[in-house]
């Protein structure tokens, strides 16, 4: 059973930064593109960056220069370095596959952006 556990969200002031993980369990890790989504309160869930399995990156405009994903597939895990942290980057942030799995949506972990 493939499991997906996001953690390192949590409050933080604008301009503040944030480094999320998430464990990978259950699954040949390293031979997929994995990416980071977010979904604000009443918006649909969007990608915000991604990674191929040959470490290969992509970010949406929105968080370009402000957010940084990497992986290490020795741990199975990615992780999206937050920096420079705007209220607009309040969400609850999930990893999954790209492109998505249903499957694989986990709990993710909420970051909030206070101004």
């Known amino acids: 059973q493939v499991q997906l556990v996001e953690s390192g969200g949590g409050l933080v002031q604008a301009g503040g930064s944030l480094r999320l993980s998430c464990a990978v369990s259950g699954t040949i890790f390293n031979i997929h593109a994995m990416g980071w989504y977010r979904q604000a309160p009443g918006k649909q869930r969007e990608l915000v960056a991604g990674?191929?399995?040959?470490?290969?990156?992509n970010y949406a405009e929105s968080v370009k220069g402000r957010f940084t994903i990497s992986r290490d597939n020795a741990k199975n895990t990615v992780y999206l370095q937050m920096n420079s942290l705007k209220p607009e980057d309040t969400a609850v942030y999930y990893c999954?596959?790209?492109?998505?799995?249903?499957?694989?949506w986990g709990q993710g972990t909420q970051v909030t952006v206070s101004s």
């Open positions: 999954n596959r790209v492109p998505d799995r249903v499957d694989y």
């Open positions: 990674i191929s399995s040959g470490g290969t990156t």
